[in-house]
């Protein structure tokens, strides 16, 4: 399971549970350390992961942080949890005052459904008011999860993240400015773009007629943004079904012609497919077509929806699947038996091509 596809699962887990999450620490341990072993890390491990961090603040000792996650002896990440259902606009001063005191470049504040992730880019050792990187757990985007995956374990590097987090946090804030001005513009900015196409002077009625015509612009146009990708989109895909069925009917009039011979081997590889997709769909619906150079497995008995190939004629053997691309990502195997070794692989084409249905 990829790291987007870990995200969703916890996404859907979280909004299946918080109703039952009666407090804070239940939050932790159903929402919070879940998410930390997705980004890697161990959460058992008191060295990597340390829970209760103690950051002394002036003359308040023993003060404690909920999580810190530690590389190479120094505290890289001070983690603030709170209640699911909590406001965290209420709960940044407390990770503020102890990253300050803290060699830590990262904060994360989270209720286990919004996550914060703060540094210092305005002011070295104070932590910006205003976190570089927000997301809800339930609508993450694309960006926000190339964003998160910076912070896995296994590729983490915070000079890395701090040359991007800059450019990332203006995005994130002008995104909500102009989000802010396309559902209710200011009169400001719709004087600037009055100013380009009235000649007279700027008076209030000017204003108010101009500010419904702005918003309307604004909606058009996203609409005709919307509807020229739509078109796009849809183009693409006409033309690569164009394609397909060329490649599919060249491929059937070599079955015609060639008197394609179906092995018990292929045969045998065929029911060791549907013997692990009974667990997900109907066996009627798997059926196979025998072709001159591979052995395909298909389901509903479309060639558009491949579950996948055997090649077992040649001197090797190879279980090969099919990528967005429709180019084929090929797995050796020595004998049928590993085929089972790709059943998390099969049950993915299947919620694929249901998907695309």
Same mark, same amino acid.
């Given at each position: 399971?990829?790291?987007?596809?870990?995200?969703?699962?916890?996404?859907? +887990?979280?909004?299946?549970?918080?109703? #039952?999450?009666?407090?804070?620490?239940?939050?932790? !341990?159903?929402?919070?350390?879940? &998410?930390?072993?997705?980004?890697? $890390?161990?959460?058992?491990?008191?060295?990597?992961?340390?829970?209760?961090?103690?950051?002394?603040?002036?003359?308040?000792?023993?003060?404690?942080?909920?999580?810190?996650?530690?590389?190479? %002896?120094?505290?890289?990440?001070?983690?603030?949890? /709170?209640?699911?259902? #909590?406001?965290?606009?209420?709960?940044?001063?407390?990770?503020?005052?102890? *990253?300050?005191?803290?060699?830590?470049?990262?904060?994360?504040?989270?209720? %286990?459904?919004? $996550? +914060?992730?703060?540094?210092?880019?305005?002011? @070295?050792?104070?932590?910006?008011? /205003?976190? &570089?990187?927000?997301?809800?757990?339930?609508?993450?985007?694309?960006?926000?999860?190339?964003?998160?995956?910076?912070?896995?374990?296994?590729?983490?590097?915070?000079?890395?993240?701090?040359?991007?987090?800059?450019?990332?946090?203006?995005?994130?804030?002008?995104? !909500?400015?102009?989000?802010?001005? &396309?559902?209710?513009?200011?009169?400001? *900015?719709?004087?600037?773009? @009055?100013?380009?196409?009235?000649? %007279?002077?700027?008076? @209030?009625?000017?204003?108010? #007629?101009?500010?419904?015509?702005? +918003?309307?612009?604004?909606?058009?146009?996203?609409?005709?943004?919307?509807?020229?990708?739509?078109?796009?989109?849809?183009?693409?895909?006409?033309?690569?079904?164009?394609?397909?069925?060329?490649?599919? #009917?060249?491929?059937?009039?070599?079955?015609?012609?060639?008197?394609?011979?179906?092995?018990?081997?292929?045969?045998?590889? &065929?029911?060791?497919?549907?013997?692990?997709?009974?667990?997900?769909?109907?066996?009627?619906?798997?059926?196979? +077509?025998?072709?001159?150079?591979? *052995?395909?497995?298909?389901?509903?008995? !479309? !060639?558009?929806?491949?579950?996948?190939?055997?090649?077992?004629? %040649?001197?090797?053997?190879? *279980?090969?699947?099919?990528?967005?691309?429709? /180019?084929?990502? /090929?797995?050796?195997?020595?004998?049928?038996?590993?085929?089972?070794?790709?059943?998390?692989?099969?049950?993915?084409?299947?919620?694929?091509?249901?998907?695309?249905?």
């Amino acid at each position: 399971m990829d790291f987007k596809d870990q995200l969703k699962q916890l996404a859907d +887990r979280t909004l299946k549970l918080k109703d #039952q999450i009666q407090t804070e620490e239940a939050t932790k !341990n159903a929402f919070i350390m879940p &998410f930390l072993q997705i980004l890697g $890390y161990d959460v058992f491990n008191p060295l990597e992961v340390v829970p209760e961090f103690v950051s002394d603040i002036g003359l308040k000792k023993g003060e404690k942080i909920d999580y810190a996650i530690f590389k190479d %002896g120094t505290p890289t990440i001070l983690i603030e949890c /709170k209640h699911w259902n #909590q406001n965290l606009n209420v709960h940044d001063g407390q990770l503020l005052r102890y *990253f300050h005191v803290s060699k830590a470049k990262f904060g994360l504040l989270t209720n %286990g459904i919004s $996550y +914060r992730f703060y540094s210092d880019l305005v002011e @070295a050792n104070k932590m910006d008011e /205003k976190p &570089f990187l927000e997301f809800n757990i339930s609508d993450i985007k694309d960006n926000q999860v190339e964003e998160l995956k910076k912070f896995h374990k296994s590729i983490f590097d915070v000079e890395s993240i701090v040359n991007t987090a800059s450019e990332l946090k203006y995005t994130n804030e002008l995104k !909500n400015i102009l989000q802010q001005e &396309f559902a209710n513009p200011t009169p400001d *900015f719709v004087k600037h773009f @009055a100013k380009k196409v009235y000649p %007279g002077v700027i008076t @209030a009625k000017i204003l108010e #007629q101009f500010t419904n015509l702005t +918003r309307k612009s604004i909606s058009q146009h996203i609409s005709d943004l919307i509807t020229e990708r739509l078109k796009t989109a849809l183009n693409k895909e006409d033309q690569a079904a164009k394609e397909q069925e060329a490649i599919d #009917q060249a491929e059937k009039q070599k079955v015609e012609t060639s008197k394609v011979e179906t092995t018990e081997e292929e045969l045998e590889g &065929f029911m060791i497919v549907k013997t692990i997709l009974r667990q997900k769909i109907a066996a009627t619906r798997i059926s196979h +077509r025998d072709a001159q150079s591979y *052995f395909a497995i298909l389901l509903d008995d !479309n !060639n558009r929806k491949t579950i996948c190939r055997l090649y077992l004629n %040649g001197s090797k053997k190879y *279980f090969v699947t099919l990528d967005e691309a429709k /180019k084929e990502v /090929k797995n050796e195997i020595n004998t049928l038996d590993e085929i089972f070794n790709y059943s998390e692989t099969l049950f993915q084409v299947i919620d694929s091509l249901e998907k695309g249905k």
